[in-house]
DNA sequence: GCCAACGTTGGC
DNA sequence: GCCAACGTTGGC
């Protein structure tokens, strides 16, 4: 079972959206980036993932789980992106903030710091631990 | 609003 | 196929 990172500015998709789409979930389009796209594309039905709000809020505040595995994405006029589906599974007890990341040893090596402009990234079984951890999750 | 990082485009 | 120019993302 693997963790990912989908990356939402909250004005455009906030997890809010996301929870009042329910358990049907929502398709997630609009990647224009191969390296994300190459995540996607490795994303098995069962996956979970954080939400991370960008821009405002900069911080993890849910869980989602991907329900459908990659498919064409209808928006992407050259036929070369996916999109996967995903639903909201819970909030975070406590948002865990980008400032907080920055501060703990263990989470340096999260793709969040090293690939900063990266919107769908892969998280390792450690780091998803700790987040969950000082979430209280 | 600025700007660094970085991915993409296009000329050669 | 290289690389400069350009555009976009996203933190500050």
Redesign the pocket.
Known sequence: MAHWLF?S?PFKWSWDMQVAAGAEGTFWNGV????AKQNMMKMKIGDTGFFYH??EG?EIVGIVEVIREYYPDHTDETGKFVMVDIKAVRPLPRAVS??EI?QVPELQTMS?L??????VQPVTDGEWDVILKRAGA
Not at 32 to 35: A, E, Q, T
Not at 114 to 119: D, I, P, V
Request: aromatic share 0%; net charge positive; proline share 0%.
């Open positions: 990356k500015e224009r980036n191969h390296l960008s821009n900069k980008l400032a920055k969040l090293t690939s900063a402009r990266l919107s």
